[in-house]
């Protein structure tokens, strides 16, 4: 397949989740919430965006339950970047987001947000599964970042460790989320 078309299908992926995620009826009552998402959407390359679809194709899965699970991944994975930004003392406010305190309160908007959408997965075995693997690495996620803000002083040998284990929990997690969660939407077989 020639990069253009590569392309053409990522976008074809992405299009009806950002629909999705701009229609919203719960984020629209919240216009802030959708004035970041819509900010942020601009910003993602198209393959971040299209990864649960993809990976639910990968296993048999169609496109319209890969879209689902990338319409409630996408606003946890924003959540994910806000918070780290502002427990590591990096947040830069703007004119969307003015403060720490906003940003907080957004990202978790962003996470309820994303549980709201798996909740129109029709399929009561599909919820769960996809649900339990939000879930799950979530609480992977936060543990990775509660060990990276309470890291104490080690030997180099350890603190690399240490380093790669808690880049894996943070965002190994959050991506997982995206292709275990988005498989999940494709098939029962945890194998695959």
Not at 77 to 96: M, Q, R, T
Not at 163 to 172: A, C, D, Q, R
Not at 176 to 186: D, E, P, V
Request: some cysteine; aromatic content about 8%.
């Amino acid at each position: 397949m020639k990069d253009f078309d590569v392309i053409q299908q990522l976008h074809e992926y992405t299009a009806p989740v950002i629909q999705r995620l701009l229609s919203d009826e719960l984020s629209s009552t919240f216009p802030d919430c959708s004035r970041l998402l819509e900010h942020h959407i601009l910003e993602t390359p198209a393959w971040q965006i299209a990864l649960p679809v993809i990976c639910s194709q990968a296993v048999g899965g169609s496109v319209d339950a890969g879209n689902t699970v990338a319409a409630a991944w996408y606003p946890i994975s924003i959540a994910s970047e806000i918070l780290d930004s502002v427990e590591d003392k990096e947040f830069i406010p703007d004119h969307i987001i003015p403060s720490p305190e906003a940003a907080t309160n957004l990202a978790t908007s962003l996470i309820f947000l994303a549980f709201h959408s798996l909740s129109s997965i029709q399929d009561p075995d599909e919820v769960r599964r996809v649900t339990r693997i939000f879930s799950r690495l979530g609480f992977e996620a936060t543990n990775g970042q509660h060990r990276d803000l309470t890291t104490t002083s080690a030997t180099v040998e350890q603190h690399l460790s240490d380093y790669w284990e808690t880049i894996i929990l943070k965002s190994g997690s959050v991506f997982r989320m995206a292709t275990a969660g988005g498989a999940a939407s494709g098939t029962a077989d945890e194998a695959l």
